[in-house]
C-alpha cells in the first residue's frame, strides 16, 4: 500500500518568507510526528499529533512553527520569517498506534528545505 | 525529560568484522527502545524494539540489542557486518506518553 507522502521533496525559499510543508499519513495511522533532521544533529522532535488529542508541541524551536492536522489525516507543517538556521531536511512519520505502543513510526522521505 | 546518547559519531568497520553500536538514554519510567537504520537516499526503516521481557531482542537484518537497566543502555550489535549494512543508525526512546525521542546517530562505514 502507499506509505507515507510528502511534499515538496525539496523547497528553496529566500530568508523571511513563509513555507508551508505537507505530510499525507498512511490511511488509519492515527498518530503523526514531525521530526527534523540536520546534519549532526540527528532527529530533533518537532510535536506530535495522536487522535484527537492536543498536540505535543513540546519540540517546536520557536513560534514562527506551527502545525496542523486536519480531520485526523493531513499534516501541514508551516515555518513562518524562515531563518537560514530552519534549513534541514523535515521527515513526517505516521504510526497505527493502537492501545499497545509500539507500533513502529513509518516515515516518509522527507523535505528538503533550503533558506538562501 | 527523555533524551538518547549516542557517544559515537562515525565508525568504520571492516566486512566480516563484529559490530557493536553504543546508546545511551534517560528516561523517567520504563522506557520502549528502539533502533532505526537509514540508509543511503532511504528512509527510516525500524531494526528492532524493546518494551520488557527478555534484555536481547532479536531485529531484521541480523542485528540485536542488549537492553540493560543498570547502565541505562541499549547497544545495537551485529556478529559480521556486511557492505550493505552501510548507513546511519539511530536509536529512540519512547513511553507511556508515546514520544518518540532520536539520538544524533551514528554513521557506520564499511571497508571491504
Known amino acids: 500500500g502507499a506509505g507515507v507522502s510528502q511534499s515538496p521533496s525539496n523547497k528553496v525559499t529566500e530568508k523571511g518568507k513563509d513555507v508551508e510543508l505537507r505530510c499525507d499519513p498512511i490511511?488509519?495511522?492515527?498518530?503523526l510526528y514531525w521530526y527534523r533532521q540536520s546534519l549532526g544533529q540527528g532527529l530533533e522532535f518537532l510535536i506530535y499529533?495522536?487522535?484527537?488529542?492536543?498536540?505535543?508541541k513540546s519540540g517546536l524551536p520557536s513560534d514562527r512553527f506551527s502545525a496542523e492536522r486536519t480531520g485526523g489525516s493531513v499534516s501541514t507543517l508551516t515555518i513562518q520569517r524562515t531563518q537560514q538556521e530552519d534549513s534541514a531536511v523535515y521527515l513526517c512519520?505516521?504510526?497505527?498506534?493502537?492501545?499497545?505502543?509500539?507500533?513502529?513510526?513509518?516515515f516518509g522521505n522527507g523535505t528538503r528545505l533550503t533558506v538562501t | 525529560a527523555q533524551s538518547v546518547t549516542q557517544p559515537d559519531i562515525h565508525i568504520t568497520v571492516s566486512e566480516g568484522a563484529s559490530l557493536e553500536l553504543r546508546c545511551n538514554y534517560s528516561?523517567?519510567?520504563?522506557?520502549?527502545l528502539f533502533w532505526y537504520v537509514q540508509s543511503p537516499g532511504q528512509g527510516l526503516q525500524l531494526l528492532l524494539k524493546?518494551?520488557?521481557?527478555?534484555?536481547l531482542v532479536q531485529g531484521i537484518k541480523g542485528f540485536e540489542a542488549k537492553f540493560k537497566r543498570s547502565q541505562s543502555s541499549f547497544n545495537l550489535r551485529k556478529p559480521s557486518v556486511h557492505w550493505s549494512d552501510a548507513a546511519e543508525y539511530f536509536c529512540?526512546?519512547?513511553?507511556?506518553?508515546?514520544?518518540?525521542?532520536f539520538g544524533t546517530g551514528t554513521l557506520l562505514a564499511v571497508q571491504p
Open positions: 512519520a505516521s504510526s497505527p498506534q493502537t492501545d499497545s505502543f509500539g507500533s513502529p513510526l513509518h
Open positions: 490511511s488509519g495511522h492515527t498518530a
Open positions: 499529533f495522536q487522535g484527537n488529542s492536543a498536540p505535543d
Open positions: 528516561y523517567g519510567a520504563t522506557p520502549y
Open positions: 524493546y518494551f520488557s521481557g527478555d534484555t
Open positions: 529512540a526512546v519512547g513511553g507511556a506518553t508515546n514520544k518518540l525521542i
